[in-house]
């Protein structure tokens, strides 16, 4: 259970990361995802444990690939 967390942690960091470089409010990334704010923000928080789509989703919507989200800068 402890592993799974870490990579829920590790994800919603490099997103909220992503999402900075990028400029963007979590609201503005949810519109871009098609995706609800408050979703962008649990994910954030590794309160989600969220699906390969929604993945491609966020990525898409980065302007980046699906790896960009998993790498360590």
């Known amino acids: 259970m402890q592993s799974e967390?870490?990579?829920?942690?590790?994800?919603?960091?490099?997103?909220?990361?992503?999402r900075k470089i990028k400029g963007l409010?979590?609201?503005?990334?949810a519109f871009k995802a098609k995706l609800h704010r408050t979703y962008i923000g649990m994910i954030e928080r590794?309160?989600?444990?969220?699906?390969?789509?929604?993945i491609e989703k966020i990525a898409n919507a980065?302007?980046?690939n699906i790896k960009?989200?998993?790498d360590d800068k």
């Open 25 to 29: 409010s979590q609201e503005q990334l």
């Open 62 to 64: 980065l302007d980046v």
């Open 5 to 18: 967390k870490k990579i829920l942690i590790k994800f919603g960091e490099r997103v909220r990361e992503l």
């Open 46 to 54: 590794s309160e989600k444990n969220i699906t390969l789509i929604n």
């Open 68 to 70: 960009a989200l998993f």
